[in-house]
């Protein structure tokens, strides 16, 4: 069974601060690591993906990889009160030659106080 | 923009009923999947397939089955409800590849 593992908060930061969420995984062969936001009553949306080692940013979002050591972070910066929610880690482990699934982490609970 | 959509927002069923829960996505993905999600355990992978009248066991498929007779749609049946799959369920599509998934706004199921 691969693992994916994460604080399950909650992570309180003040409104303008940085938000550091942490994930490990298991499975040394995953190539594919993803970040999806989920508020409460609603379903995942994809807000980050990465697949090499090193940084990714997209506007207020920084991915961070390191396969080395298993481990994959999502950086919020200037959190706004609309970032609070849940923050699910998933990695893929591809099943067939067409197919993968992706294993979710337990989710991170983010509460940004203004 | 992917759309995926399950038939039902909230479902009421009783202990026993066959269930079907219906998911359509409208951008031709291969991969498919139902997931359940319950407090404190997460999302938990039910069944998937990758291909049509393909499917594959998840993490959690005793007491469900699936169908996927066409490309875009894909069924998630309880052959006979009980209080514990009460539950969110949540639809999502993937073309081939290392892509992430993309979601439908869930059924709540409630069993009673």
């Known amino acids: 069974q691969k693992e994916v593992e994460q604080n399950s908060g909650p992570l309180s930061v003040p409104e303008g601060a940085i938000a550091s969420l942490n994930c490990t995984y298991s499975d040394r062969g995953s190539q594919s690591f993803f970040w999806y936001r989920q508020y409460s009553g609603k379903s995942p949306e994809l807000i980050m993906s990465?697949?090499?080692?090193g940084d990714k940013e997209d506007g207020r979002f920084t991915a961070q990889l390191n396969k080395a050591s298993q481990y994959v972070s999502l950086l919020i910066r200037d959190s706004q009160p609309s970032d609070s929610a849940t923050y699910l880690c998933a990695v893929n482990e591809r099943i067939k030659a067409a197919g993968n699934k992706l294993t979710f982490g337990g989710g991170t609970r983010v509460l940004v106080k203004p | 923009d992917v759309k995926v959509t399950q038939s039902s927002r909230y479902l009421v069923k009783r202990t026993g009923e066959k269930v079907f829960l219906e998911c359509v996505q409208d951008m031709d993905h291969e991969n498919m999947f139902w997931y359940r999600q319950d407090p404190g355990l997460g999302l938990r992978l039910i069944y998937f397939?990758?291909?049509?009248?393909?499917?594959e066991k998840g993490d959690i498929p005793e007491g469900y089955s699936v169908s996927r007779e066409k490309k875009e749609r894909f069924s998630l049946i309880l052959e006979s409800a009980s209080t514990n799959q009460t539950s969110m369920y949540l639809c999502?599509?993937?073309?081939?590849?290392?892509?992430?998934?993309?979601f439908g706004n869930g059924t709540r199921l409630t069993v009673t």
């Open positions: 397939s990758y291909d049509v009248k393909m499917k």
């Open positions: 990465i697949y090499s080692n």
């Open positions: 999502a599509s993937s073309p081939a590849g290392n892509s992430p998934l993309h």
